[in-house]
């Protein structure tokens, strides 16, 4: 194993908790934070009291009435919670600068290298000793949290030598609380875990794990990692390597940029309409495209799908041949997704995102003369910015004012399946 310590700090029911510390009549409160109110809007998030009367990521306003009648719904405000992460993520950066933010209300750290931790290279007595020290600070971050954002925010805060485990290890632990995961502990802790409990893994690769033998955390941990990358590739080694402690891709360092950019979108109305799927979709090229050239970047990945209003959905991950950075770009290859695939069954949710992001390049676009289609997107989006969102739309846009608002995407919305 490496001698690193990561912690990773998490979160709960961030929108719900922001709602009830910014109000403190919602406190105590089943609260739903919802895209939007009508019978037929999602919640995007519900508070403690809500998830213990069942109301989950999903249901729909109406649904979660009728769970409790008493439930406090609300609509989403970005603004605020991006503020309230500010904060956050301000006091976090205090401790280390390889601070890595993962969304909204997750991030990263790597307190390798703190002072405090006195932790010498190649030293594994010492990291024993570390860890103790790293504990310390996750408990104080917990409490400065609270104490300077904001009382009724509760972090959940998981340390181990990976980011993986680090991670596995907030989510396993007591909400609220703080869990560490060590290799003396390391197989208690996956033994009966499901698959889909992992980081990373979905429903689909649940299922081809199934398919030869491996039908839990532990069992993935002990198989046999050439055949795994023989029957699953590169990412089912990685899978391998995350329950055996080995980290692939390190917390990169100062890096504060976000690695993808997206939106995902809970549809009003669960349908296959293909038309109507088609504009939705285009508003969320559209919303990822914004995002995307604020950064000033360009992005080499996409990852796009939909889920079914039953179970299930579909989800594809790929490289691009050409960057994304005008709407055109990205929606070229989310559209196609849809137009190849078009969905058989009612679909509830539909999401986009690009990744590998990378400074704008000059380059010419073997489709369009690239830097002055990106001059007429940034003047745009700066139209847009003066004068509101929408003003100036393309035809796919129109009648979708109200949809697919300002949102934030979970990235666990899209995933490799
Ligand atoms: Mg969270």
Redesign the pocket.
């Known amino acids: 194993m490496s001698n690193k310590i990561i912690l990773h700090l998490?979160?709960?029911?961030?929108f719900a908790s922001v709602e009830q510390q910014a109000n403190p009549f919602l406190r105590g409160k089943a609260v739903g934070v919802c895209a939007y109110l009508s019978p037929g809007g999602c919640v995007i998030a519900s508070s403690r009291e809500a998830k213990s009367k069942g109301i989950k990521t999903g249901c729909t306003a109406a649904e979660a009435l009728k769970l409790d009648p008493a439930v406090v719904l609300v609509e989403n405000e970005p603004a605020k919670y991006r503020s309230t992460t500010e904060k956050i993520f301000k006091i976090l950066g205090q401790y280390t600068d390889r601070l890595e933010p993962y969304s909204i209300?997750?991030a990263f750290l790597d307190l390798t290298d703190q002072p405090s931790l006195k932790l010498q290279p190649g030293r594994r007595a010492n990291w024993a000793k570390s860890i103790k020290q790293a504990e310390k600070i996750g408990l104080e971050l917990a409490g400065r949290i609270k104490n300077e954002v904001g009382e009724w925010l509760s972090a959940s805060v998981g340390i181990s030598w990976t980011k993986f485990l680090a991670k596995f290890a907030s989510d396993i632990g007591p909400k609220g609380g703080l869990f560490l995961i060590t290799p003396s502990n390391l197989e208690d802790c996956l033994k009966g875990r499901e698959l889909i409990d992992a980081w990373g893994i979905g429903q689909g690769m649940a299922v081809r794990l199934a398919g030869f033998g491996v039908n839990n955390l532990l069992e993935l941990k002990n198989s046999d990692k050439n055949k795994i990358r023989r029957v699953l590739g590169r990412y089912g080694y990685y899978l391998w390597a995350n329950v055996n402690g080995l980290e692939i891709g390190a917390v990169s360092s100062g890096a504060r940029a976000p690695k993808s950019v997206g939106h995902s979108y809970c549809l009003p109305r669960k349908t296959a309409d293909l038309k109507y799927l088609t504009a939705v979709m285009y508003k969320l090229c559209e919303k990822t495209g914004r995002r995307l050239r604020g950064l000033d970047r360009e992005a080499g990945s996409m990852n796009v799908g939909w889920s079914y209003a039953r179970e299930g959905g579909y989800f594809r991950s790929f490289k691009t041949k050409e960057k994304m950075f005008t709407t055109a770009e990205i929606y070229r290859q989310a559209g196609g997704l849809l137009e190849n695939h078009p969905p058989v069954l009612p679909v509830r949710m539909l999401a986009v995102s690009v990744g590998a992001l990378a400074p704008v390049s000059a380059q010419m676009s073997l489709f369009e003369n690239n830097l002055s289609v990106k001059e007429l997107s940034r003047a745009l989006d700066r139209i847009n910015d003066k004068y509101g969102e929408y003003t100036v739309v393309k035809g796919a846009m129109f009648g979708l004012e109200n949809q697919a608002k300002d949102r934030i995407g979970f990235r666990k919305s899209v995933g490799i399946n």
């Open positions: 998490d979160m709960n029911s961030y209300d997750e």
